[in-house]
T-cell receptor, first 112, second 114 residues
Framework: NAGVTQTPKFQVLKTGQSMTLQCAQD?????MSWYRQDPGMGLRLIHY???????DQGEVPNGYNVSRSTTEDFPLRLLSAAPSQTSVYFC???????????FGQGTRLTVV | AQSVTQLGSHVSVSEGALVLLRCNYS??????LFWYVQYPNQGLQLLLK??????LVKGINGFEAEFKKSETSFHLTKPSAHMSDAAEYFC????????????FGKGTKLSVKP
């Protein structure tokens, strides 16, 4: 049972480039979310989804887009990367929105 | 807005000593409460959670936490620290009836001295 899988684990982007961070879960969880982790800031919610076809913004959504076409996948898109988006990104899923969240291993993104 | 405060960004204890990591939350409605642990270069792993019922919650690796509504606290304790407990610990809440997203504290890095 893989749980929550994030790819890639590491990525370096140039300012202005675009990319998609992939997240997939095999637990049939309805609720999925993306967080970014910055030193001394804890984890902050970027976007979340309560089911296929439904997404909403979190605390820090600017510069990021998401979609949820299937229950399993919840990709995060950076359309035009900025140095301020240098961070560690975590995807999480849970059975329902207030249950225990299972986290992926993270994607460490550097924007130069 | 909901918030979570973890007192002390760094805590250092000796091996065998008591571990106490503090967490206070702001909420007008009793929330669901969680403690997560993050080992270096890894994702977060659930240590324990409080939803309803008994206010003293036992988790993995010998950790426990007590929900005190009157103090809006959910402090994490372990009677005897082990070297393997060195990690960063995050307290989180998800308000009942809210959107369900986790609101995290800023984390407490625990060091264990031999």
């Amino acid at each position: 049972n893989a749980g929550v899988t994030q790819t890639p684990k590491f990525q370096v982007l140039k300012t202005g480039q675009s990319m998609t961070l992939q997240c997939a879960q095999d637990m049939n969880h309805e609720y999925m979310s993306w967080y970014r982790q910055d030193p001394g800031m804890g984890l902050r919610l970027i976007h979340y989804s309560v089911g296929a076809g439904i997404t909403d913004q979190g605390e820090v959504p600017n510069g990021y887009n998401v979609s949820r076409s299937t229950t399993e996948d919840f990709p995060l898109r950076l359309l035009s990367a900025a140095p301020s988006q240098t961070s560690v990104y975590f995807c999480a899923s849970s059975y329902v929105k207030w249950h225990e969240a299972f986290f992926g291993q993270g994607t460490r993104l550097t924007v130069v | 807005a909901q918030s979570v405060t973890q007192l002390g960004s760094h805590v250092s204890v000796s091996e065998g000593a008591l571990v106490l990591l503090r967490c206070n939350y702001s909420s007008s409605v009793p929330p669901y409460l969680f403690w997560y642990v993050q080992y270096p270069n890894q994702g977060l792993q659930l240590l324990l959670k409080y939803t309803t019922g008994a206010t003293l919650v036992k988790g993995i690796n010998g950790f426990e936490a007590e929900f005190k509504k009157s103090e809006t606290s959910f402090h994490l304790t372990k009677p005897s620290a082990h070297m393997s407990d060195a990690a960063e610990y995050f307290c989180a809440v998800t308000p009942e009836g809210g959107q369900g997203n986790l609101i995290f504290g800023k984390g407490t890095k625990l060091s264990v001295k031999p």
